[in-house]
């Protein structure tokens, strides 16, 4: 259990639709990344969130927002859904300062657009 | 831009026997760190094994080890006495920092599928 809590697990909605991914990171770390893995791209680094504040972005589609909150926990928000927005949604959390930067995954939200 | 390049799509391994899964990058930074996750087809991501670029010795965890190549920039993952709990992807990472150095992103390679026979 790497500490890191993403909700759901498994997402199944249709083209078009909204959806949010929660993510709750390891006590005390202050950083939040959100990672889309998909077949065809492999792991893509989407967004990175320090303490509130954005710090920088992937290849994250203008369709998709995020946020984190006072309370560290963060937000994906995935709108006019398409097919090819199928796929495993990781948030990570980090240490930062001190550390090697090893990322702690969460299990992952896995969403099917149908 | 970095980049991580995992050559291998899939290997095969048998059972007891060492498998090498190979990682090189590019980089132009003097300051970087290697790692190797492991996902299984359970999904999550699992942490192996890290290397800084000024670490003097290859690092080792258990039947880990990172054959560490500075100038070839390769970061090779060795699993020694492999089992079949070791069936799953790997990938390797490298830190990339950002907004003056004190936060930071890992970029992944495409992973490497490796499967244990019996």
């Known amino acids: 259990d790497s500490g890191v809590t993403q909700t759901p697990k498994h997402l199944i909605t249709a083209t078009g639709q909204r959806v949010t991914l929660r993510c709750s990171p390891r006590s005390g770390d202050l950083s939040v990344y959100w990672y889309q893995q998909s077949l065809d791209q492999g792991l893509q680094f989407l967004i990175h969130y320090y303490n509130g504040e954005e710090r920088a972005k992937g290849n994250i589609l203008e369709r998709f927002s995020a946020q984190q909150f006072p309370d560290l926990h963060s937000e994906l928000n995935l709108s006019s859904l398409e097919l090819g927005d199928s796929a495993l949604y990781f948030c990570a959390s980090s240490v930062d300062r001190g550390s090697t930067g090893e990322l702690f995954f969460g299990e992952g939200s896995r969403l099917t657009v149908l | 831009a970095q980049k991580i390049t995992q050559t291998q799509p899939g290997m095969f391994v048998q059972e007891k026997e060492a498998v090498t899964l190979d990682c090189t990058y590019d980089?132009?930074?003097?300051?970087?760190?290697l790692f190797w996750y492991k996902q299984p087809s359970s999904g999550e991501m699992i942490f192996l094994i890290y290397q800084g670029s000024y670490d003097q010795q290859n690092a080792t965890e258990g039947r880990y080890s990172l054959n560490f190549q500075k100038a070839r920039k390769s970061a090779n993952l060795v699993i020694s006495a492999s089992q079949l709990g070791d069936s799953a992807m790997y990938f390797c990472?490298?830190?990339?920092?950002?907004?003056?150095?004190?936060?930071?992103?890992?970029?992944f390679g495409k992973g490497t599928l490796l499967t244990v026979n019996p």
């Open positions: 980089t132009s930074d003097p300051s970087y760190g």
């Open positions: 990472a490298m830190r990339e920092h950002y907004s003056g150095g004190s936060n930071y992103k890992l970029t």
